[in-house]
Each structure stands twice: as structure tokens, then as C-alpha cells.
């Protein structure tokens, strides 16, 4: 049944266009104070993470075992030569690669820039360089904005961004640092209250890794309860509107190269990382023996379901949740169940758990159990390709046990982040007295729309 109930700390109707314009303005000068020492935090992880890959740039990422002995693998240099960019072939037209349009984009943009370069191996490092150096710049973007959204009383726990050790080791596998810059400025924008701003940029995340479209569901479950759904209708109206702008042209002029990275995605079976590879490896029941069809199946029906449990948590908690805590709940479910987890999916969630939960213990176990799988997965890709008496091999069983746990530490956050959705008077964020830092129009307006449930023990009634 719904009902209406008088959120805490209750503000009167949006404020005017001039308020808003000066919430923002005081919130990035308030950021400017400490931005030096952020940027030169993402500037030091950017050079650790730069110089993790020195043996690949050597010469290991030309010896498959070698670069999973170092440690160093990527895809972007591999890819230069894979996906046809050495031999000038164009994204999508002539070649038909695996990522969104504006992943295809910036590997057609380095391309250009290394064309000069004589020798094909010369202009393959190059490639990766230039690449790395655009990355660098979106950690440092995407540090500033977790900054942003965390406020002012918070803003340094964008450290935990920057000094992120799994990030630092995953931080230029792929290209997820884009999406995770422009998700995390689309979250800036929203708290700066520009819903319109807020979902372009969350539109071109899109474009660039299709786990940000995740954020609807919770930022429509918030508005909803707090009675905003007009601000919600204008970041997806616009959401969709920049996603078609840069998606259609390519759907035009190379319809088939455009939809292999959806065919790709319902295609491919369980891979490293996920829980189902595990249940693959054990040929269990059913979820370890099903089709791809049965498996897309599968995970599409369990995300659901999780979905469906964050929905009745955003509308049915004691006092409205955090957007950040719903949007990590969110990731964290499509993670859990998906088929595939690569190891750099890490840099999705760093951010939004600084935001949703910013206490060391819980942060660290999580970090220590993905540290423990990046290493795990290029031991066990060693027994993979050279044998399980090959230096730096390991088991199966150690590998599948860094599997569980990483899988445990994202369950154990989740659990932790749902005990503070709860039992509000425990989460550290709103200690200080603040409703929601990156709510934007959410921060401290009535509900309008609440599920009623009488919770157990001493939340019986606060929900009513």
C-alpha cells in the first residue's frame, strides 16, 4: 500500500533556478580548496599504474605466459592489432569490434595519433601510451567528482578512489575508466541539481559500457518516493537523447559492426570471474550445466529479482535511502550476477562504495579479496596456457577460491550497505547531520510515496 509521510529534515518546493545555480557554485568552491591534493593523489596512482605495466611495455605482452607471470596484461595494446587499428581499418565500418561506440571512438582516435610512428611494433607501444595518458586524465575526472558528490564534510574519502589498490592494478586493462568518470560526473551533475546535464553525461557512460544504465532504477525508485519524478523524466529524456546521438550515426552507416557488441554480450557463455564459471567448473545442476540461451535466462530472472529487492528497500525503509547506496546495491547485483568479471569491473564499484559506505574496515576486507583476485586470475591463466608446473602457476582451487571471495566481500558490502538503509541512525554519512550529499532535488524532500511494512524488533513501527 502506498502513503505520505514527511521525510526528515523536509525542504520546501525546488528551489529557484538562481538558488541552485549558487548550491553548485558553493559545492565546487568548497571542492577547489582540497582539489590540489586530489589531483595530485590521481596523478600518483595514475604513474603506480603506469608503471605496473612496464614489463608488458618491455616486451612480456608479446610472450603470452610472460605477461601473466608480470602481472601487466591489457587488452588495449593486443587490440591495436586485433580489432584491424594497425592496419587503419575503422570501427564498426571495416572491422566489427566488441564495445560501444564511444570505446570505438577513442581506439579510432589513438590510431590516428600513432599513424606517423614507421614501425608496427613502435607504433603498437604508442598506441597504448597515448591511451594511457587519456586514461589518466579520466581517473583524475572521476576522482573530483566522487569528491564532489561526497560534499563537503566528506570530500577526501575521494582518496579512497585514488588510492584504490585494485584500482591502481586494474586502472588500464580496458577502457572502463571512461565510464566510470563520465557515470560518476552524470552523479555530479545530478547533485548539483541539473537533472538535464545529468543525463547526457549518463547517457554517454552508456555509450561507453553499458553497467551505468543500472542508475535508472534506483534514482527512479528515490524520485518516486520523494515525489520528483519530473527531474527523473528529464535525465532519462536526456539520457536516451545523447545516447542516440552518438549510437545512431554508427547504426546507420554500420548496422551489423554496431550490434556486434550486443550479439557478443547474448552470445557468450559464463567467463572468468563470475559465479557461474564457478558452477560451470563443478558441472552443477542446472546452473552449471545450462545453455547460453538458459543462462542469459538465468541472470537476466536473478538480477530481477534483486532488482525487485532494492525496490522495495528504496520504497520501503524506515527514512529514504542514499542515491549512492541504491546505485551501489544496483551495481553490485548486476556484478553478482553476471556472466562475466573481469577484474578491472573493480574500478565500477570504487567510487560508489566510498559514497555508500565510507568506513575503512568493511572498504579494506573488499579491496584485500580484489587485490587477491587479480592476481589469482593471471596464475590461474598460466596453468591455462602453460601447465600447472610452469613458475607462477596455481590451481584450480585456489583460483575458484579467489573467485568466492571476491564474490563474498561484494555480498558482505551489500549486506553492510542494506543494515545502514535500515537502520539510518548507523550510516556515517548522514552522522553529520546531512540527508543525502549527492540526492540532489532528493536531498531532504518529503516523501510522497512509502511502502508500509512493520520491520521487526526495534524498527517495528518506524516504518509506518
Known amino acids: ?20 545555480s549558487s548550491y553548485a557554485r558553493s559545492r565546487w568552491a568548497t571542492l577547489a580548496g582540497s582539489a590540489g591534493l586530489l589531483v595530485v593523489a590521481s596523478l600518483i596512482a595514475d604513474a603506480l599504474a603506469f608503471g605496473a605495466k612496464e614489463a608488458c611495455r618491455a616486451g612480456a605482452w608479446n610472450v603470452g605466459v610472460e605477461q601473466y607471470q608480470a602481472h601487466c596484461y591489457t587488452d588495449i595494446y593486443p587490440l591495436y592489432f586485433g580489432e584491424g587499428l594497425s592496419a587503419g581499418q575503422v570501427p564498426y565500418l571495416d572491422h566489427h569490434v566488441e564495445y560501444p561506440v564511444v570505446i ?3 581506439m579510432e582516435a589513438m590510431a590516428w595519433l600513432v599513424r606517423p610512428v614507421a614501425s608496427p611494433a613502435a607504433r603498437g607501444l604508442r598506441y597504448f601510451d597515448f591511451t594511457v595518458a587519456l586514461l589518466a586524465v579520466f581517473l583524475l575526472i572521476g576522482v573530483l567528482a566522487t569528491a564532489y558528490c561526497a560534499g563537503p564534510a566528506r570530500r577526501w574519502t575521494a582518496l579512497l578512489v585514488a588510492f584504490s589498490p585494485a584500482l591502481i592494478l586494474s586502472a588500464f586493462i580496458n577502457w572502463d575508466l571512461i565510464a566510470m568518470a563520465l ?15 545529468a543525463g547526457v553525461l549518463l547517457g554517454l557512460a552508456v555509450a561507453t559500457k553499458f553497467y551505468p544504465v543500472v542508475t535508472l532504477w534506483p534514482l527512479f525508485l528515490l524520485c518516486l518516493r520523494a515525489g520528483r519524478l519530473r527531474s527523473f523524466a528529464v ?5 536516451a537523447a545523447a545516447w542516440l546521438a552518438v549510437n545512431l550515426p554508427v547504426m546507420i552507416v554500420a548496422p551489423s559492426g554496431w550490434a ?7 552470445q557468450r557463455g559464463a567467463d572468468w570471474g563470475s559465479i557461474y564459471y564457478f558452477f560451470q567448473y563443478l558441472r552443477w545442476p542446472v546452473v552449471g550445466t545450462a545453455s547460453v540461451h538458459g543462462l542469459n535466462l538465468m541472470a537476466g530472472l536473478v538480477f530481477a529479482i534483486a532488482c525487485a ?9 524506515p527514512r529514504r535511502p542514499r542515491l549512492a547506496q541504491l546505485i551501489f546495491l544496483t551495481t553490485a547485483a548486476f556484478l553478482l550476477t553476471n556472466k562475466v568479471w573481469s577484474p578491472q569491473y573493480v574500478i565500477w564499484l570504487v567510487p560508489l562504495v566510498v559514497l555508500a559506505r565510507p568506513k575503512m574496515l568493511g572498504y579494506l576486507v573488499w579491496q584485500a579479496a580484489e587485490v587477491g583476485y587479480f592476481y589469482a586470475i593471471w596464475a590461474y591463466l598460466i596453468t591455462v596456457v602453460a601447465g600447472p608446473k610452469t613458475p607462477g602457476a596455481i590451481s584450480a582451487s585456489l583460483y575458484f577460491t579467489a573467485v568466492l571471495g571476491r564474490f563474498g566481500a561484494v555480498v558482505l558490502l551489500a549486506c553492510l550497505v542494506v543494515a545502514d538503509c ?24 518529503s516523501d510522497r510515496v512509502v511502502l508500509q511494512i512493520r520491520w521487526r524488533g526495534d524498527l517495528a513501527g518506524s516504518a509506518g
Open 422 to 445: 535500515l537502520r539510518p541512525e548507523r550510516d556515517v554519512v548522514r552522522s553529520d547531520g546531512v540527508d543525502d550529499p549527492a540526492g540532489g532535488v532528493l536531498a531532504g524532500a
Open 104 to 106: 570505438g571512438a577513442v
Open 235 to 239: 535525465t532519462v529524456g536526456s539520457a
Open 309 to 317: 529487492g532494492v525496490g522495495l528497500l528504496a520504497l520501503a525503509a
Open 260 to 266: 556486434t557488441f550486443y550479439r557478443f554480450s547474448e
Open 183 to 197: 557515470m560518476m560526473l552524470a552523479l555530479a551533475a545530478w547533485t548539483a541539481r541539473r537533472p538535464a546535464l
Open 1 to 20: 500500500m502506498t502513503g505520505e509521510r514527511a521525510g526528515q529534515n523536509a525542504l520546501p518546493q525546488p528551489a529557484p533556478r538562481r538558488q541552485r
